[in-house]
């Protein structure tokens, strides 16, 4: 079925702008309801939209603020400030005396340009005469200019507790203004509107009444994927949008818009994705895609995420993030076994042993470009030559060492133990088949026991590496982000290097951390051959940096790369055969993917200091673990 694209309307851009000519919104003014003010953004008229580079002639360096003013854009560039046409012609310099670091402008009501540098306020003449100049006081950190209702600027400022709004007009400069703002948000910038606040956010603009705050325009929507730089400029007397990037310096405008129909597929995400590089592959395929659109949910919590697949309201796609129940997910059919897509697909295969430890009872509920490894590195002389060890094989290496000799280096506190040893293996704790929780088995004891032994941290930080190679501490904790990392670890080992692995009656060389994000299709989505072409299109644009390529000809590649070229300017030499060859260990011998539960681990954090203390055995915690373990598995098993 097809569905309509609401995206941005001619209606929107006589709201947004409070320094651009009036326009009969009559019908928006008179609404003392954000939730209407949000309602009248949206008609029976689909538009798509794009962001395109203003080109400005006439300047050399880049763009740090801009405004816009009596129907021109007014600009700063290198200390000096500019006005031009919106169309970026007739370029005029206005003066050159503006301070260093400038990062906002504003007119006040007599022409008077106002200047937000190193969190200072400058008040000049519009031919360049100083009026005044002040700054905030420490530890109130400037981040936007504000036209207020009456039209004087003010500035938005965040004094480490909250967002306030001040006056800078010289006579009270400072005060603080009445007026609500949204809390637990990061504001990028502000433009007041009859009463109602327009933010600027990581992802998009959005209207606020301080006390409720809702979406207006996505920044994935218009195809920006560098957001966190983003401001609102202004709107010209054509309704043309302006924004300013200050990652490059650059105004944009947003294109015409233009009568679109496409097939929605919605992407459900508990964390924000702005910035990353599933945000980048969303606008990418929205961009070169004629027939489908992703549409991202971000969902303030896992519960309200839960109450929409409840209610029937199953998205297409889900970002798998640390607070996602993906084990109870999976266990209830919510996702579509990928494995016949990477099988039938001739280009995106991944590397076997990586599809092996992705797999959860067989089948393979995400995709990911590529991955970390965590593990614990000894060398044989000490620890053995083969990968993996049980508890007792941990221990009986101990007692074999010099005396006095550690697992690991001292600043390791129990807490820290605990969680490197537990919860890169939270998979054996809740068999999600069966809804049972195993915080009551042996390999759990066996864990907090050994944990306790752990020493009070001395708080030195020894050379860890010499002290493995002569026998003074067992194993180092490590994660592999790529393969030229790999080969500089394994050169400081001098080549002796061996992947121990965290302990447990499972031996593996370690954990995998699916890196970048984790994509699944759900089982519920009726355009799966679309949902599986922009899997495979992100898999494949992903720009891997710092990371180990999960697909197998990326790989392949990247080793060609290390063997070839080494690292520079890390002074790594590139990547040996024997090297090469211990890397295909470390990824054969890999154990589960790392699959956090928050819940589980709050629930463990609470009791088990406890047993640390000496107030309760470890009998004691265990089975109060279990029990609050069970009755969260029994919940959601359910």
């Given at each position: 079925?097809?569905?309509r694209?609401?995206?941005?309307?001619?209606?929107?851009?006589?709201?947004?702008?409070?320094?651009?000519?009036?326009?009969?919104?009559?019908?928006?003014?008179?609404?003392?309801?954000?939730?209407?003010?949000?309602?009248?953004?949206?008609?029976?008229?689909?538009?798509?939209?794009?962001?395109?580079?203003?080109?400005i002639?006439?300047?050399?360096?880049?763009?740090?603020?801009?405004?816009?003013?009596n129907?021109?854009?007014w600009?700063?560039?290198?200390?000096?400030?500019?006005?031009?046409?919106?169309?970026?012609?007739n370029?005029?310099?206005?003066?050159?005396?503006?301070?260093?670091?400038?990062?906002?402008?504003?007119?006040?009501?007599?022409?008077e340009?106002?200047?937000?540098?190193?969190?200072?306020?400058?008040?000049?003449?519009?031919?360049?005469?100083?009026?005044?100049?002040?700054?905030?006081?420490?530890?109130?950190?400037?981040?936007?200019?504000?036209?207020?209702?009456?039209?004087?600027?003010?500035?938005?400022?965040?004094?480490?507790?909250?967002?306030?709004?001040?006056?800078?007009?010289?006579?009270?400069?400072?005060?603080?203004?009445?007026?609500?703002?949204?809390?637990?948000?990061?504001?990028?910038?502000?433009?007041?509107?009859?009463?109602?606040?327009?933010?600027?956010?990581?992802?998009?603009?959005?209207?606020?009444?301080?006390?409720?705050?809702?979406?207006?325009?996505?920044?994935?929507?218009?195809?920006?994927?560098?957001?966190?730089?983003?401001?609102?400029?202004?709107?010209?007397?054509?309704?043309?949008?302006?924004?300013?990037?200050?990652?490059?310096?650059?105004?944009?405008?947003?294109?015409?818009?233009?009568?679109?129909?496409?097939?929605?597929?919605?992407?459900?995400?508990?964390?924000?994705?702005?910035?990353?590089?599933?945000?980048?592959?969303?606008?990418?395929?929205?961009?070169?895609?004629?027939?489908?659109?992703?549409?991202?949910?971000?969902?303030?919590?896992?519960?309200?995420?839960?109450?929409?697949?409840?209610?029937?309201?199953?998205?297409?796609?889900?970002?798998?993030?640390?607070?996602?129940?993906?084990?109870?997910?999976?266990?209830?059919?919510?996702?579509?076994?990928?494995?016949?897509?990477?099988?039938?697909?001739?280009?995106?295969?991944?590397?076997?042993?990586?599809?092996?430890?992705?797999?959860?009872?067989?089948?393979?509920?995400?995709?990911?470009?590529?991955?970390?490894?965590?593990?614990?590195?000894?060398?044989?002389?000490?620890?053995?030559?083969e990968?993996?060890?049980?508890?007792?094989?941990?221990?009986?290496?101990?007692?074999?060492a010099?005396?006095?000799?550690?697992?690991?280096?001292h600043?390791?506190?129990?807490?820290?133990?605990?969680?490197?040893?537990?919860?890169?293996?939270?998979?054996?704790t809740?068999?999600?088949?069966?809804?049972?929780?195993?915080?009551?088995?042996?390999?759990?004891?066996?864990?907090?026991?050994?944990?306790?032994?752990?020493?009070?941290?001395?708080?030195?930080?020894?050379?860890?590496?010499?002290?493995?190679?002569?026998?003074?501490?067992l194993?180092?904790?490590?994660?592999?982000?790529?393969?030229?990392?790999?080969?500089?670890?394994?050169?400081?080992?001098?080549?002796k290097?061996?992947?121990?692995?965290?302990?447990?009656?499972?031996?593996?060389?370690?954990?995998?951390?699916?890196?970048?994000?984790?994509?699944?299709?759900?089982?519920?989505?009726?355009?799966?051959?679309?949902?599986?072409?922009?899997?495979?299109?992100?898999?494949?644009?992903?720009?891997?940096?710092?990371?180990?390529?999960?697909?197998?000809?990326?790989?392949?590649?990247?080793?060609?790369?290390?063997?070839?070229?080494?690292?520079?300017?890390?002074?790594?030499?590139?990547?040996?055969?024997?090297?090469?060859?211990?890397?295909?260990?470390?990824?054969?011998?890999?154990?589960?993917?790392?699959?956090?539960?928050?819940?589980?681990?709050r629930?463990?954090?609470?009791?088990?200091?406890?047993?640390?203390?000496?107030?309760?055995?470890?009998?004691?915690?265990?089975?109060?673990?279990?029990?609050?373990?069970?009755?969260?598995?029994?919940?959601?098993?359910?």
């Open positions: 079925m097809k569905i694209i609401i995206i941005l309307l001619i209606v929107f851009t006589c709201l947004l702008c409070s320094c651009a000519p009036a326009t009969d919104t009559s019908s928006v003014q008179n609404s003392n309801d954000i939730e209407k003010i949000a309602e009248s953004l949206s008609t029976d008229i689909d538009y798509e939209r794009h962001i395109e580079k203003l080109n002639t006439g300047i050399s360096g880049e763009i740090s603020a801009v405004t816009m003013q129907g021109q854009l600009f700063a560039s290198e200390q000096v400030l500019y006005y031009t046409n919106t169309d970026g012609s370029v005029h310099k206005a003066f050159g005396s503006l301070p260093e670091n400038t990062c906002h402008i504003a007119f006040g009501t007599n022409q340009v106002y200047v937000g540098a190193d969190n200072a306020i400058y008040i000049f003449k519009t031919d360049g005469e100083l009026l005044s100049q002040s700054a905030f006081d420490y530890g109130q950190t400037l981040i936007d200019l504000v036209s207020m209702p009456d039209e004087n600027p003010a500035a938005l400022l965040w004094n480490g507790n909250e967002h306030i709004i001040c006056s800078i007009e010289k006579e009270n400069f400072g005060t603080e203004i009445d007026f609500d703002i949204p809390e637990l948000v990061v504001i990028r910038g502000i433009t007041i509107y009859n009463g109602f606040s327009l933010l600027t956010l990581d992802d998009g603009l959005y209207v606020s009444s301080g006390k409720s705050t809702m979406p207006i325009l996505s920044w994935i929507d218009i195809g920006c994927a560098e957001n966190n730089g983003i401001c609102l400029a202004g709107i010209s007397e054509n309704n043309e949008i302006f924004l300013l990037n200050r990652l490059d310096g650059s105004i944009y405008t947003l294109s015409e818009p233009v009568f679109i129909e496409k097939t929605i597929l919605n992407l459900a995400a508990v964390v924000n994705l702005a910035g990353s590089d599933l945000e980048k592959a969303v606008i990418s395929f929205n961009n070169s895609n004629r027939e489908y659109k992703i549409k991202v949910t971000t969902y303030d919590s896992v519960e309200l995420l839960n109450r929409d697949i409840i209610a029937g309201n199953v998205p297409d796609l889900i970002n798998i993030s640390s607070n996602i129940p993906f084990d109870s997910y999976s266990a209830k059919g919510l996702f579509e076994d990928l494995n016949p897509y990477f099988e039938s697909d001739g280009e995106v295969q991944l590397i076997p042993q990586i599809q092996k430890a992705m797999l959860s009872d067989g089948k393979l509920y995400f995709a990911s470009p590529g991955f970390h490894v965590m593990t614990l590195i000894g060398i044989p002389d000490f620890v053995g030559s990968y993996g060890w049980t508890y007792d094989e941990m221990k009986h290496y101990l007692a074999e010099s005396k006095g000799a550690t697992v690991l280096a600043y390791w506190t129990k807490e820290h133990l605990l969680q490197f040893f537990l919860y890169q293996n939270m998979d054996w809740v068999d999600w088949q069966t809804g049972r929780a195993l915080f009551d088995s042996a390999d759990f004891k066996e864990l907090l026991e050994f944990v306790n032994t752990a020493r009070e941290n001395s708080g030195e930080i020894p050379d860890e590496i010499a002290q493995i190679m002569v026998g003074k501490q194993v180092i904790h490590h994660t592999f982000v790529d393969i030229i990392k790999f080969a500089n670890i394994d050169n400081m080992f001098e080549g290097s061996v992947f121990k692995g965290f302990p447990s009656s499972k031996k593996s060389s370690g954990v995998l951390y699916p890196a970048n994000y984790m994509i699944a299709m759900t089982s519920a989505c009726a355009e799966k051959p679309a949902a599986w072409s922009f899997i495979r299109q992100a898999l494949l644009d992903d720009p891997l940096f710092q990371i180990i390529p999960a697909i197998k000809s990326k790989f392949d590649s990247a080793v060609d790369i290390a063997m070839a070229e080494g690292d520079e300017e890390l002074g790594v030499p590139p990547l040996t055969k024997q090297q090469y060859e211990k890397l295909l260990e470390l990824i054969d011998g890999i154990g589960p993917i790392v699959q956090q539960n928050l819940d589980l681990q629930i463990i954090n609470e009791e088990v200091p406890a047993y640390f203390a000496g107030q309760k055995s470890v009998e004691e915690v265990c089975e109060i673990i279990q029990a609050r373990a069970q009755n969260y598995v029994s919940e959601r098993s359910g």
